[in-house]
């Protein structure tokens, strides 16, 4: 267990010879770059800016699109990439030049990474034995993991023998034996089908009850995010969108991305316009008008917000069908069970509402015609410039 701070981390990874003709190459060609990542002389900045303070056996996520810089982050934590700048504590203690093991820390890859020709007992007694701990020891600390992660049946299997859910129990309990002061872990659950996947976020849940470990976990996977955080780092391009917990994410994203990012389905948006009234504050979009909750009233005239054009978005879970409201036709109906997913055009976009199925007599069908509406304390509302949610 241990604090972890990250003070204005960054990381450059510069042009090797080959690279760097690519990149003159697309530099003439600029509709080819994929990504938004700064480019400079020095080379390509993965991450920037980012300030983190990870308290003692808090459960950090670290969630963002492919390529926004969550691996690198999480290998600079590690020592297993140079920090370019900025500094990195581990409980109070500078950590910038401190080698990979001498961190304290145990590493979890989406690949598991387990020797093929070790038994499951002898991949967990691995590090233990290098640090030459006394043959009895070793084994109470692998039968305790083993017994934590449900593998004790598989101690005298090969690895070749065991499904990938088995591998990956096996990877973290050969990480769980060193007692690590932080735990990092790279989409651990990445190559395991939906309902492993499902039953292993289960268990690391229960793991870190179970441990006293501070752990930073990488995914892409909102719904990992959402479950597995205490508190989650919203990524992209680089740059940190927001950091909060889950509820605070998801009922306060600082910006369009994030809003867009966590939640499924994705959140609705419409062009509508904020209008100001004294202290008042409501939405006009399609005709209908949407009175702001009094609690957002006061967060937007704290910040003196004034009548503008914005995005406005809601989640489709906070939309319902009406009888009054925006007017608008089915284009598709996906019969979920339980619930329906209504998926409407307004405004050439594309519009979702759940609708519980339970005593409804007619689930609206293609081309069915259809008004929704929704609360003044679920609509969100954001600047037309720069994307920021208005209410921060
Ligand atoms: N060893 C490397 N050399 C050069 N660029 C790299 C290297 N590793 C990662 N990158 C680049 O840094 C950016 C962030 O990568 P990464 O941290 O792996 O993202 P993520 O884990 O969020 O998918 C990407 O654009 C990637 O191409
Ligand atoms: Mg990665």
Redesign the pocket.
Known sequence: MAEVKLVNIKKV?PFSGE?EKKRKKRDQAPEEKK?N?QVTEE??V??QEFNLDIANKEFIVLV??????????L?MVAGLESISGGELYIDGELMNAVAPKERDIAMVFQNYALYPHMSVYDNMAFSLKLKHLPKAEIDQKVRQAAEILDITQYLNRKPKALSGGQRQRVAIGRAIVRAPKVMLM?EPLSNLDAKLRNEMRAEIIKLRERIDTTFIY?T?DQTEAMTLGDRIVV?KD?YIQQIGTPQEVYNHPANLFVAGFIGMPVMNFYDAKLVREGDRYFVEVCGYRVELSAEKEERLAAKNVGTQEITLGVRPDHTDLTDEGIACKVDVTEMMGASAHLHASVDGRDVIVIVSTQGMKKIPQRGDEIHISFDGDVAHVFSKEDGKNLEF
């Open positions: 990874y690279k990504s990542l080379g390509v993965a991450v963002g699109p492919s390529g926004c810089g969550k691996s690198t982050t290998r790279d990488v892409h990524m680089g």
